[in-house]
Structure formats: structure tokens, C-alpha cells
């Protein structure tokens, strides 16, 4: 029984022979960049910048809250006081400029160039 490797011609992929110096060969002195994902860190602050400018804009609302007695009223209160003073495209637009400006003048940890 012949195998179909004795059969067929070995591939040749566009012609062309590999390689002779692959790329760690050629610059074997030169190591290869670091890994460093400032998208994803940049993603990572403007949720964090985020939550953090919603939780500052309900926070005022919720303390005046703490005067009331503990209970299903104040849990109440406080959820329609959540809902009427927040605004989440202000947060968004707030979080944005916040993490642009943050990265432009290289003050966010990892988001730092060169």
C-alpha cells in the first residue's frame, strides 16, 4: 500500500523557498518590545471614571437621606433620588475628558509612552 505522501509532490506555499534568516536570527542582540496594553488600561479608567463621577453625582442626594429613620421608606427615597439625579451621559462625557486628559499629560499609571 503507497502513501499518499509518496504520491504527491512535496507543498511549496506561493513559489517561493522559506526563510533562510528568520526574524530572531537576523537581530539576535535586539529583544522584542514590551507588552504593554494601554487600550485595554485605557478602557479599565473610563469605567473606573465612570462609576466614580456617578457615585459623585447621587452622593449629595443619599446624605441628605441619612437624616431619615432606617427603613423601606428610606430605601425608597433613596432609590428614586438615584434615578432622578443621575445622569449617566455626563458621567460618560465627565469619564472621557478625565481619562483623555489623564493619558495626554501622562499622569494614569500605564498609560504612560516612552
Known sequence: MMALTD???PLRFGGMPPPENPASERNPGRRPPPFRP???IGIFYLIL???VFSFLQVLPELLALLEMPPG???EQAALEAA???SSPLTALLLSLAATSLGSYYQV???MKVG
Do not use: T
Open 49 to 51: 471614571f465612570f462609576f
Open 108 to 110: 494614569l499609571p500605564g
Open 7 to 9: 504520491v504527491l509532490p
Open 38 to 40: 494601554r487600550f485595554s
Open 83 to 85: 434615578r432622578e439625579s
Open 72 to 74: 423601606a421608606e428610606q
